[in-house]
């Protein structure tokens, strides 16, 4: 079992900044890639980030140039800052990992609960 734990929500007013962090934990062999998506009331899951085991990394285009997804493969953890904030980054946040679960196996990916965040002035 893989349990990935959110942290780091909240309200903030546009314009502001706000990190969110997710960690793993739990029995697993490695962690390749790790992703961000978030999802607002009303409409379907986003993709927003992605990050690599090695640390390359990639970002939908409404958030390009003001949310910076990060890693630290010691921690088992992925970051997410987020700056600039918009009324319409307004969502639910989640993690997301693709787990190899014992050497030599498949990936299967794993979601945090999700966070709350709420961008309004």
């Known amino acids: 079992q893989v349990q990935l734990v959110e942290s780091g929500g909240g309200l903030v007013q546009p314009g502001g900044s706000l990190g969110l962090s997710c960690a793993a934990s739990?029995?697993?062999?490695?962690?390749?890639?790790m992703y961000w998506y978030r999802q607002a009331p009303g409409k379907q899951r986003e993709w927003v980030a992605a990050?690599?085991?090695?640390?390359?990394?990639d970002y939908a285009d409404s958030v390009k140039g003001r949310f910076t997804i990060s890693r630290d493969n010691a921690k088992n953890t992925v970051y997410l800052q987020m700056n600039s904030l918009k009324p319409e980054d307004t969502a639910v946040y989640y993690c997301?990992?693709?787990?190899?679960?014992?050497?030599?196996?498949?990936?299967?990916?794993?979601w945090g609960q999700g966070t709350q965040v709420t961008v309004s002035s």
């Open positions: 997301s990992a693709a787990v190899v679960r014992y050497p030599g196996s498949s990936l299967y990916n794993y």
């Open positions: 739990g029995r697993f062999f490695s962690i390749n890639d």
């Open positions: 990050i690599t085991s090695g640390g390359s990394t």
